[in-house]
T-cell receptor
Framework: GAVVSQHPSWVICKSGTSVKIECRSL??????MFWYRQFPKQSLMLMAT?????????EQGVEKDKFLINHASLTLSTLTVTSAHPEDSSFYIC?????????????FGPGTRLTVL | LAKTTQPISMDSYEGQEVNITCSHN???????ITWYQQFPSQGPRFIIQ???TKVTNEVASLFIPADRKSSTLSLPRVSLSDTAVYYC???????????FGTGTRLTVIP
């Protein structure tokens, strides 16, 4: 099956620093990748949709200058949390979609837990 | 986007069949119904998808009545490892902004 990896799986950083999270589709090409954020005991919230070679589309309320998304290739998308603050601490999950398979089927990565001190 | 409503939580004993119902009153003609499973600290995993009537795969069945305003995920003979949150999503093919509602937290009791 389609596998999506994320790196790192967890990260702890100081307030004010930037953190980059990588999302890779390991055995398929993903024209579209998605970034979600999930707070404890809550549902996933879509942050942005990224298409290879073009700018990401951000959901309402998500600061594009704070959450920088780059989808430079068909197998890699990155999310950079700039000037992170404690309220950015969350579980960040990426997903990727292929052209085949079920409609709207997204393959999710294992997630990255970000803790900002 | 059709919103969905699910029970917040359910408990079940091992070996029982579990049915989780999702309401989606505003489902559109070209919307499909998809269910995902999420374990703690992991990304969601696709379980099953359907458009109408009944769909069955190796892990679950999905029942969709004729009016498609609801759907029921059926998990046969659950085990402790089925303890997870189950999300019902509704969307048209190619939709980017899939809406994960509250989900249903299923706890399987020994």
């Amino acid at each position: 099956g389609a596998v999506v990896s994320q790196h790192p799986s967890w990260v702890i950083c100081k307030s004010g620093t930037s953190v980059k999270i990588e999302c890779r589709s390991l055995d398929f090409q993903a024209t579209t990748m998605f970034w979600y954020r999930q707070f404890p005991k809550q549902s996933l919230m879509l942050m942005a949709t990224s298409n290879e070679g073009s700018k990401a589309t951000y959901e309402q309320g998500v600061e594009k200058d704070k959450f920088l998304i780059n989808h430079a290739s068909l197998t890699l998308s990155t999310l950079t949390v700039t000037s992170a603050h404690p309220e950015d601490s969350s579980f960040y999950i990426c997903s990727a979609r292929t052209t085949g398979g079920y409609y709207n089927e997204q393959f999710f990565g294992p997630g990255t837990r970000l803790t900002v001190l | 986007l059709a919103k969905t409503t699910q029970p917040i939580s359910m408990d079940s004993y091992e070996g029982q069949e579990v049915n989780i119902t999702c309401s989606h009153n505003n489902i559109a003609t070209n919307d499909y119904i998809t269910w995902y499973q999420q374990f703690p600290s992991q990304g969601p995993r696709f379980i099953i998808q359907g458009y109408k009537t009944k769909v069955t795969n190796e892990v679950a069945s999905l029942f969709i009545p004729a009016d498609r305003k609801s759907s029921t995920l059926s998990l046969p003979r659950v085990s402790l490892s089925d303890t997870a949150v189950y999300y019902c999503l509704v969307g048209a093919p190619g939709a980017n902004n899939l809406f994960f509602g509250t989900g249903t937290r299923l706890t399987v009791i020994p």
